[in-house]
């Protein structure tokens, strides 16, 4: 396999500068600047509640993509299982993914909530979350997922 080259496509402003326990993030509102030259790119995305953005876990470390299986959370009572089992950061690439509730837009600036970026993380793409693409019927889950989860 070849190498793949991506660029940002804009970065997250917001007060999160660590990592927040829990489901914190989900209160927090972002910025995603997207560069200038993209601006058109957002054109029609304020008619949609949600969007998805992927962008870049720039933080995590060398040694850290080279782990190959977590306890999710962290939690020790967790099983050990492979990275893509799990939506832990600590991967091979180290994309993030978060459905976000679009608040508004202006000019080349999204402004959204519950997006669990830090500040400064680059964007790589902005997708609407549509319910005929991305909701899933009948989804099945292992026991821990939703132990990990509980009380979030």
Known sequence: MSDITLRPVG????EMKEKVS?????????EIVVKENLQNCLDGIEHHSHAIIVYWLNRISEEDRKVLKVRPMGDASLPLVGVFAT?????????????VEILSREGNVLRVKGLDALD?????????YTKHHDSAKDVREPEWMEKAYRGR
Not at 120 to 128: E, R, T, Y
Request: hydrophobic letters at 30%; glycine letters at 12%; a positive charge.
């Open 120 to 128: 400064g993380s680059p964007v790589l793409d902005i997708k609407p």
């Open 87 to 99: 939506r832990s950061p600590r991967r091979p690439n180290p994309i993030g993914l978060e459905t």
């Open 11 to 14: 970065l997250v402003r917001n």
């Open 22 to 30: 829990g489901g914190a993030y989900r209160d927090i509102v972002s």
